[in-house]
């Protein structure tokens, strides 16, 4: 389907307006691109611009030659992020608290659903890793089994304790707490919060580390369009 007729579908069967579709489009596009480079379904490591994106359009034609189909999966880290951030700075330490440890979820099972793909590993079986290993599990013995780098001791301690307090809260432990504003475990919650952010950062770069040091800087700036 080319693209115009794609756009054309979205405006005259799902009710999009025209820009409304063609970000869509753009959209997709970009993640079908950045799919096939982190899951090195082509591998364009060391090339200059035009060789890779030579490469980037080539594979996709023997993909859509070979019958391949692309699973949309929604990317939902972004807006978990942006909705804990505005948590925290409403003081709704408990929320924030809540919807940053979904966030570190989201965020090792993606890891760990691209570095499987890359290895060759079939989905349903990353995906059984995914629900049946603890979150402790992911972020200590996998990535070593995985052969990925070692968390550093400090980012291993800070997503424990977010857990502790989130699995704490769910589970109805708290109730020995006092959560009154201005009250010791409040500040300490609050704290925890506000310290999180550097936390976050040191994901990130984790992340990146990972997945774009091999690659030149073109590609990088294509991963995070």
Do not use: C
């Amino acid at each position: 389907m080319s693209e115009d007729r794609f756009i054309n579908f979205l405006m005259n069967e799902a009710g999009y307006d025209e820009e409304e579709a063609t970000a869509l489009f753009v959209g997709i596009s970009r993640a079908i691109v950045r799919s096939v480079i982190i899951e090195r379904k082509v591998d364009i490591r060391g090339m200059e611009q035009a060789e890779g994106l030579r490469a980037i359009a080539q594979k996709l034609r023997e993909l859509v030659k070979e019958g391949l189909e692309f699973g949309i999966v929604a990317d939902h880290r972004s807006d978990l992020l942006n909705e804990a951030r505005r948590a925290s700075t409403e003081e709704k330490y408990i929320t924030a608290l809540i919807i940053y440890a979904t966030w570190t979820e989201h965020w090792i099972n993606r890891i760990i659903k691209l570095i499987a793909a890359q290895r060759g590993m079939d989905y349903s079986l990353s995906k059984s890793v995914m629900r049946e290993v603890s979150f402790r599990g992911k972020i200590t013995w996998l990535i070593q089994l995985l052969e990925l780098p070692k968390l550093n001791d400090d980012i291993i301690k800070s997503l424990t304790v977010l857990h502790d307090q989130r699995n704490s809260y769910v589970h109805y432990k708290w109730r020995e707490m006092d959560l009154e504003k201005g009250g010791d475990d409040f500040n300490n919650l609050k704290n925890m919060i506000n310290n999180f952010e550097a936390t976050v950062e040191n994901m990130h770069t984790y992340e990146e580390d990972i997945f774009m040091n091999d690659h030149s800087d073109w590609v990088r700036e294509l991963l995070r369009s």
